[in-house]
């Protein structure tokens, strides 16, 4: 199986085992006689699933700082024929390895100094904590934004299609082409669409790499753009409804005049 992108290095496992005197940061069993890097029982205290490899500032996932060392079932101490489960399987995974961790900061009392509670884990806990919080709202405001410049995307291509349909029916058919040009204005160029799909583009790009504030920016300039041609374009296309009255109405004067012309004719 391949590295993840924020597993730790060998080099980070050293600082943190040291950081912990050597004890599993849930239970404080002593874990001197487990190999570092023979036995992959580093823990991230926030998963790494929720971080983006192409964002720098998720770095901190594979730091030491989201890192506590847990004992396995290998190591901990049983009665003979007693299985008992270590705290890398029971706090670390609990059966959810797929989505995560379920240990919160809090859980891992031992995780500096070799001491329970000690000052620098409660220091350490408030930190980590408020870091890993932080990332969770970005993630849920991420989403958000995401779904928002979907349904923009999705509105841009309707109305832009419609469009092109309209304008296609205006300039290739001959009614069309009469019943625009007699009674209602020229019609926008298809081409008043292209900064607003610039733009949502844009913001899909930046969302999907995690850059919040750079796609919010986008998607707001590719709402006010695709609102400016939407306007323009709903002006038009409310006048070619009332071309095509206007079209029947002076076909239908015609007609009637055609007809009195022939009475004339004939009398």
């Known amino acids: 199986m391949g590295k993840r992108p924020y597993d730790f290095s060998e080099e980070t496992l050293r600082a943190v085992f040291a950081r912990q005197r050597g004890l599993c940061a849930s239970c404080g069993e002593d874990l001197n006689d487990q190999s570092i890097s023979d036995n992959p029982n580093a823990h991230h205290v926030y998963e790494n699933q929720i971080g983006d490899p192409n964002n720098p500032d998720h770095d901190w996932l594979r730091s030491p700082d989201n890192c506590v060392y847990l004992c396995s079932d290998l190591y901990k101490t049983a009665k003979p024929g007693e299985k008992l489960e270590g705290c890398h399987h029971h706090v670390g995974h609990n059966d959810n390895s797929s989505t995560g961790a379920a240990g919160s900061a809090e859980h891992f009392l031992f995780s500096h100094d070799g001491i329970e509670n000690s000052p620098n884990h409660q220091a350490w806990a408030k930190s980590i904590t408020e870091r890993g919080e932080n990332l969770y709202n970005i993630r849920g405001a991420l989403s958000q934004m995401r779904l928002l410049q979907a349904t923009l995307k999705n509105s841009i291509d309707l109305y ?56 919010a920016i986008a998607y707001f300039r590719a709402r006010h753009h695709y609102l400016k041609a939407l306007g323009a374009y709903s002006k038009w296309k409310d006048g070619i409804e009332g071309a095509g009255t206007k079209m029947q109405w002076a076909i239908g004067v015609s007609a009637v005049t055609v007809v009195a012309s022939f009475v004339v004719l004939v009398r």
């Open 160 to 215: 832009s299609s419609e469009h092109k349909a309209q304008l296609d029916l205006v300039t290739q058919s001959f009614a069309g082409f009469w019943t625009n040009n007699l009674f209602n204005s020229k019609p926008p160029e298809i081409g008043i669409w292209l900064n607003s799909y610039s733009y949502i583009l844009r913001s899909g790009t930046e969302l999907s790499h995690g850059n919040l504030k750079q796609g």
